[in-house]
């Protein structure tokens, strides 16, 4: 079974830093494309960041690009993402995916999220 | 950006009825569109992609039909645990892909 457990959440300053991180387990994490996703408080959805197997390919949504970095550890299977010069528009629920290796450009994987908060 | 619009935003019905959600793109995505469903305190769940294949363990009452600009989700008779949240998402211009803002399925 399919499995991916986000950490790494928390309350932080606007301004302020955060590593998080996603465990997989259950398929080759190696073999496939990964993504972060996140989430408004009450809000929808909207893609954050994407890498390939290796970690040599990686896309932004513009609105994190230059704040955000996206990597992965595949002798751990864990996916990262590490958020810098935080802002309040920042907080929601980030999810980490997996991209369909079969229909490329669906998440047909989902963890369950953990909760960003930037705030003073 | 392709952006992807929902109607309605919520959606009021009995269970045993038929809900009918829409989804428009700014500009055509042929058949690259993804349906999920997302019930609260979960992360998301594909039901649908290329517009009208269901996803795997996906029951029959969920069917998906359109292309190019305009999409429609269909639960033929909603059962209880249909209730939730159902987002579309275009696949065929990147990055981004995006989503639409989404419609909560309520009980009417």
């Known amino acids: 079974e399919v499995q991916l457990v986000e950490s790494g959440g928390g309350l932080v300053q606007p301004g302020g830093s955060l590593r998080l991180s996603c465990a997989a387990s259950?398929?080759?994490?190696?073999?496939?494309?990964m993504t972060w996703v996140r989430q408004p408080p009450g809000k929808g959805l909207e893609w954050v960041a994407n890498?390939?197997?290796?970690?040599?390919?990686?896309y932004f949504v513009d609105s994190v690009k230059g704040r955000f970095t996206i990597s992965r550890d595949n002798a751990k299977d864990s996916l990262y993402l590490q958020m810098n010069s935080l802002r309040a528009e920042d907080t929601a629920v980030y999810y980490c995916?997996?991209?369909?290796?079969?229909?490329?450009?669906?998440?047909?994987?989902w963890g369950q999220g953990t909760l960003v908060t930037v705030s003073s | 950006e392709i952006v992807m619009t929902q109607s309605p935003a919520t959606l009021s019905v009995s269970p045993g009825e038929r809900a009918t959600l829409s989804c428009r793109a700014s500009?055509?995505?042929?058949?690259?569109l993804a349906w999920y469903q997302q019930k609260p305190g979960q992360g998301p769940r594909l039901l649908i992609y290329?517009?009208?294949t269901r996803a795997t363990g996906i029951p029959a009452r969920f069917s998906g039909s359109g292309f190019g600009t305009e999409f429609t989700l269909t639960i033929s008779s909603l059962q209880s645990e249909d209730f939730a949240a159902y987002y579309c998402q275009q696949y065929n211009k990147w990055p981004p892909w995006t989503f639409g803002q989404g419609t909560k399925v309520e009980i009417k």
């Open positions: 995916a997996r991209v369909d290796d079969y229909i490329w450009g669906t998440f047909d994987s």
């Open positions: 890498i390939n197997q290796d970690g040599t390919e990686k």
């Open positions: 290329g517009a009208s």
């Open positions: 500009q055509s995505v042929s058949s690259n």
């Open positions: 259950g398929f080759t994490f190696s073999s496939y494309w």
